[in-house]
């Protein structure tokens, strides 16, 4: 079936370290699926941080970016620089168009060491 | 920005009572999906709306009902509860004629079944 796997949490790093997470799909139902990464920071509903619809492309927001890799089935999710402001949980989605549904990975708690 | 917002925002509940968790959406979005969030599972979606009047088995939708009485509206309902339901819920609206690119969540219910 059609899942998400991305890197276990909880994920502890540095103020101004780098970051990956790590994200995987199965899209065996999907032709081309869209793939997403939402956020949700502590007290506050999931907000879509970035996506990308089409293969080979990269999508970046607030210093964030993430390629779509069709070859190897993933989405990583990578940052040079973090900040205070990342500590969140962060979950890697693929979406199919013409269902209009999403199907979520388990999310990664990501905490930041001032 | 849209707005989904959930009530109540914490409830505690006894085993084989009743439970309706509501969603109030002001995007006038098509689509509508309640999920639950667990640890080690993300979000899983448990039932969804195209439309009023309508609703839709989701991935878990054992033990949950749903109803969608107009465009703004969408309900989860708990006949019976049992602990096992014992989780975070979130709402979600997104524009069908979009291919649901974005969806967007309310903060969530966090329900205890004692």
């Known amino acids: 079936g059609d899942s998400v796997t991305q890197t276990e949490g909880p994920v502890t790093v540095s103020e101004s370290e780098s970051l990956i997470i790590n994200c995987t799909y199965s899209?065996?139902?999907?032709?081309?699926?869209?793939l997403f990464w939402y956020v949700r920071y502590p007290g506050e509903g999931l907000q879509l941080l970035l996506k990308?619809?089409?293969?080979?492309q990269k999508g970046s927001s607030r210093g964030f970016e993430a390629t779509y890799n069709k070859e190897t089935t993933s989405f990583h999710l990578q940052k040079a620089s973090v900040q205070e402001s990342d500590s969140a949980v962060y979950y890697c989605?693929?979406?199919?168009?013409?269902?209009?549904?999403?199907?979520f990975g388990q999310g990664t708690k990501l905490s930041i060491k001032p | 920005e849209a707005a989904v917002t959930q009530s109540p925002r914490n409830k505690v509940a006894v085993t084989g009572g009743k439970v309706t968790l509501s969603c109030n959406q002001t995007n006038n979005h098509n689509n509508m999906y309640w999920y639950r969030q667990d640890t080690g599972h993300g979000l899983r979606l448990i039932h969804y709306s195209y439309g009023a009047g309508s609703t839709e088995k989701g991935d878990i939708p054992d033990g949950y009902k749903a109803s969608r009485p107009s465009q703004e509206n969408f309900s989860l309902i708990l006949e019976l509860a049992t602990p096992s339901q014992t989780s975070v819920y979130f709402c979600?609206?997104?524009?069908?004629?979009?291919?649901?690119?974005?969806?967007?969540f309310g903060h969530g219910t966090k329900l205890s079944v004692l």
């Open positions: 989605a693929l979406g199919n168009y013409n269902q209009g549904k999403l199907i």
């Open positions: 990308v619809i089409t293969a080979g």
């Open positions: 899209a065996t139902s999907i032709a081309y699926p869209n």
């Open positions: 979600a609206s997104g524009d069908a004629n979009r291919g649901n690119e974005r969806l967007f």
